[in-house]
């Protein structure tokens, strides 16, 4: 199975595997990260923010009109933050590492 | 003055509009109280454009639709809405409960049926330290009374609807700066392009960035730190209205002594009765071994306690279960 590297509040980084079936809110949500994710992934909240590692910001698909307005309701927003809940994971992200925004 | 009817129902979401049919079938009248300005709830607030695909017989539905629908179908029954207000406070009477809102009104009621989905909307606040020293006296997240900024320096952030509108409101009299982490907005084209002319013409600043920190400085004015691509300035204000949307918090309801699973509200699961007799709990709001938060179990939920319920509005009656497709009486309340 391929690996995701979380970074969560506290700092801990720990790896988890992935499946490419589901997107990257449900993945931390599914293995207990405090993500609130409070809309349930359709966009339309910003509580599941996270920061992409650099490295791969350019390997992901673009964000939509959609996903930026939704930032803008986010705060500590930062060139490499997305919406963990409009990210679709697939075999090519192994080895992601990301990091949960502040609350 | 207290108003007086059977059941009021806190939150008008799916939920809460469905339970308003399912008691009125019954011949129990309902209010139903939210602290938004319109009927729906996060159908309406969330996802209005947005396809639902779980409502059995609507292979999809957006959230707009399903709200106006609903709207339609319990139209018979003459719900009355409190809008605009949350419930504070409940107290119990002989007649049953009383519950009064955060702007006075009070409504009494046998029974209090909560719907309140993932509690109230509330202004999002920034995460800035100290912030709430200042809130209520510099720092507003809802304008009330736009008199107090006359002839005032304020800073206005956020890039939606409720910044924009403001932006271009109080520029009329108030010396307006506009804060946002992009130059691009979401708010509506019309008052994109009407804060851009004001910008052009002068009468408004605008600054790209997300603000930092808060401090007062003298004659009860703020220094406002904010950050653009790690490049930290200040600017000096009367005051600072943050428009981040809004957020879902359980808010009062969590003081009403009812037991609690992690937030939300424990209910049996024959009568959707809470800790306390009187009291019911459905939606996304309740938890029981197995709870799915669908639409579909809320409406499931409001079928089976609206039976309780009639036991407290009629004691000495007997319910006999009825088909709408068969039932004449049934018919006639729903003028069909």
Redesign the interface.
Known sequence: MPKLIITDRSGTKSEIEYDSNFTLMETLRDNGFDIEASCGGCCACATCHVYIDEKWTNKLKNMDDDEQSMLDQAFDVKNNSRLSCQIDLSEEFDGLEIEIAPE | MTEKTDVIIIGAGPVGLFAVFELGLLNINCHLVDNLDKVGG?CAE??PE?PIYDIPSRPVVTGQQLTEELIKQINPFKPKFHLNQQVENIAKTEYGWIVETNIGTKVEAKCIVIAAG?GSFVP?K??IENIENFENKNVFYAIRDKSIFKDKKLLIA???DSALDWTNELSKDSNVTLI???K???AAPDSVSKMQELETKGKIKFLKG?IKKISKIKDSKLMIEYENDNERSKIEVDYLLPF??L??ELGPIAEWGLNLHENLIKVDTEKFETSTPSIFAIGDINWYPGKL?LILSGFHESALMAQEVFKYCFPDKKNIFRYTTSSKELQKKLGV
């Open positions: 996060q969330l996802y947005k993932a999002r920034p995460p956020g890039g939606g946002h982490r992009r691009e907005f979401r997300q981040f949307g957020k879902m938060k």
